[in-house]
């Protein structure tokens, strides 16, 4: 292991000292003094001196040697009671050193002052563990970085493999944790830090690549679910949301789910607000367009409808520039004025309110129609800046007004001569206005003006021709009336009175027609009083088919005349088939009775008989009953229902089918017959 292997905890800097111990010299004396070597020479010498190993200090120099020694010594070191001391004391000492040295257990290596490089097996073994037992990534991959330096013949290799092997699951299990708390990113990069020559490092890609897989699965899910909010699709979108829940990761199926389904409530509530909002705009009505911009303004930011909805609120302003901008056509400015006033600032139009307040607030001042009405509108449209988008139409504005003073000054003069009421200052009246141009701003306004004097000229030229022909007719005979006709006719078509001179005489002439047709039609109701209705037909269809004033009464006439000419036809046909006395030929007659019209004279006649023929039926119906009930049940009921005999007919029709029909006789009821019970018996003591 390389000193880059080494925690950042654990500086070399502290662990300088090895941990192997240094061989004792040989040339170390049993007291630790050195021996030189003219001692050695001295020791050879004295052993080849002394071949039967006698004690050195037995010779006479060792001895001298020895004195010589002790005389060195201080005085209180040659002392008994030191050395008696000593004795006493080191044995002691290396007593209680020994049992000492023998009860210490031996400590751990302390792994911050660890010199690594020359660090062993089982060190590094115990500083991994250590380490990896803390389980977080940067101490698992601390303690497989110790691990991996182990040589691969030490003895305690197949248990560092098998610690790399736990300690890099474990870092992927720390990295799923982070998958399933939702940190994607964290995670793969959390499991790539497994060093790649480890066996465990096959397992990151595969890992990765699912984790990749359940992620962009789940993304998708949640676009897709958006993308129907934004339509709108309420029930398609919590379908797709509950794929979440089946989606292997805890971020996705738990926290993501619930905030989607909590986006996808309150996307509803805000669609079910803004449908309400359109709905509300939809009316036209200033107030639900007020409405309206509140509603969709109160969706908030988080919504997915919010964008939908800030972009309703500046639609929802223009619908009430619009509505306003009608009332401005129809020159109603205060309430043109007054809508736009109330659009909210939010709707993002204020340029646009400003501009139309602008230009509105001129053009009420331009409608008064008076000289200072006009000036006061240019004034105030001079106001408006050249920037402005109305800049324009304030312009052409301007200019219509400025030629709308000078047609209102010759208006003005106008109107001031034709008040005068006669035909010279009615005339002068039109000249004066002829003056404006048809195009110019009060154009029309003059053009209307010219045709009300010409009508007031008009009426006083030909009142007199009126007046003359109505004193005419007042005798009301046929040559005073031609001759009315005649005056109202000098009055001119395209003139003032001519449609009121047209009426009159269209009076007239019908009064003529009737003078001279009365006598006609009075001749064909005499015919039909006397009986003939043919004769008094034929005399009034002249006056029917002329298109004169009396067409119209005597085509009434000859429409009742005719009628009863039916009803007696029909009345004389109905008898005439009575006679056969067949139930066939009574139906038919009471068919053609009932033909006679209620209003006519022969409509009781024709009553009595339908009674009379339907009894007679009925009668027919009881005889054919004595032999053949079903052939009399049949005849009884061709009784018309408006008859006399009806009731009588369908009570014999009834009797008639309940003897036919019997109904069935109920059979008796039988009471089950109770068991006798014994009597008790008494039991004599």
Request: net charge neutral.
């Amino acid at each position: 292991m390389t000193e880059r292997d080494i925690p950042d905890s654990w500086s070399p800097a502290r662990a300088r000292k090895s941990d192997k111990l240094k061989k004792p010299s040989p040339e170390t004396q049993k007291f630790g003094v050195p021996v030189t070597g003219s001692n050695s020479k001295s020791v050879k010498r004295q052993t080849d001196n002394n071949p039967e190993e006698l004690p050195l200090n037995s010779q006479p120099d060792a001895t001298i040697a020895l004195n010589q020694v002790y005389q060195k010594l201080p005085r209180w070191m040659r002392s008994w009671v030191f050395w008696l001391m000593m004795l006493t004391l080191i044995p002691g000492s290396i007593g209680f050193l020994a049992m000492a040295m023998l009860l210490k257990l031996p400590s751990a290596p302390n792994c911050p002052t660890i010199f690594w490089p020359l660090a062993s097996a089982s060190v590094r073994l115990h500083c991994a563990q250590l380490a990896a037992s803390k389980q977080t990534v940067a101490d698992l991959l601390q303690g497989i970085g110790l691990l991996k330096q182990v040589p691969q013949d030490h003895p305690l290799r197949g248990e560092a493999d098998r610690f790399l092997e736990r300690w890099s699951r474990d870092i992927l299990t720390l990295a799923d944790e982070s998958f399933q708390a939702g940190n994607l990113e964290e995670a793969i990069a959390t499991a790539r830090k497994i060093p790649n020559d480890l066996s465990a490092y096959k397992l990151v890609e595969e890992q990765v690549t699912k984790w990749q897989s359940i992620w962009s699965k789940a993304e998708e899910i949640y676009k897709e679910t958006e993308e129907e909010l934004r339509q709108q699709r309420w029930q398609s979108a919590f379908m797709l949301s509950a794929k979440l829940v089946r989606v292997d990761n805890r971020y996705w199926s738990s926290i993501k789910y619930e905030q989607l389904n909590r986006l996808i409530v309150m996307a509803k509530e805000d669609g079910e607000k803004l449908a309400k909002a359109e709905s509300l705009a939809k009316s036209g009505v200033v107030d639900n367009l007020l409405e309206a911009i509140k509603i969709a303004g109160s969706i908030s930011q988080e919504s997915y409808l919010y964008q939908r909805a800030q972009e309703s609120i500046p639609a929802f302003g223009r619908q009430m520039l619009e509505l306003a901008q009608k009332q401005m056509d129809q020159r109603e400015a205060d309430k043109a004025l007054n809508i736009v006033r109330q659009i909210p600032e939010n709707t993002g139009l204020q340029t646009e309110i400003e501009d139309f307040i602008s230009l509105g607030e001129a053009q009420r001042s331009a409608w008064i129609g008076t000289i200072p009405g006009l000036e006061t509108a240019i004034a105030q449209a001079q106001q408006i800046d050249a920037s402005r988008a109305v800049y324009n139409k304030a312009q052409e504005l301007i200019a219509r007004w400025q030629l709308e003073i000078e047609d209102v000054a010759r208006l003005e003069r106008a109107r001031a001569l034709a008040s005068q009421g006669t035909i010279g200052d009615l005339s002068a009246a039109i000249a004066q206005a002829q003056e404006i141009p048809s195009q110019n701003p009060r154009g029309t306004e003059a053009r209307q003006e010219m045709s009300r004097w010409q009508a007031q000229v008009e009426t006083i030229q030909d009142r007199p021709f009126l007046d003359r022909a109505e004193q005419i007719a007042v005798l009301g005979d046929i040559n005073s009336l031609q001759a009315a006709i005649l005056e109202a006719s000098q009055i001119r078509s395209g003139r003032a009175l001519y449609p009121e001179a047209r009426r009159r005489i269209r009076n007239w002439t019908a009064r003529v027609q009737r003078i001279q047709d009365q006598p006609y039609l009075d001749q064909a109701r005499a015919l039909a009083q006397s009986g003939n209705l043919p004769a008094a037909i034929s005399a009034a269809q002249q006056i029917a088919s002329s298109g004169r004033a009396l067409a119209g009464e005597a085509q009434a006439a000859i429409e009742d005349w005719q009628g009863q000419v039916r009803a007696r036809e029909n009345w004389k046909r109905a008898r005439e088939a009575a006679l056969a006395g067949t139930p066939e030929a009574l139906v038919e007659a009471m068919r053609l009775a009932n033909l006679v019209p209620r209003r006519s004279i022969l409509r009781l006649d024709a009553n009595v008989g339908i009674d009379q023929w339907s009894q007679q039926l009925l009668d027919i119906a009881r005889l054919q009953g004595q032999s053949d009930i079903n052939r009399g049940i049949e005849t009884a009921q061709l009784v018309p229902r408006s008859s006399a005999a009806y009731s009588a007919a369908q009570e014999q029709i009834r009797a008639w089918r309940e003897f036919l029909n019997p109904a069935p006789t109920p059979k008796p009821t039988i009471e089950p017959v109770q068991p006798l019970l014994p009597s008790p018996t008494i039991i004599e003591q």
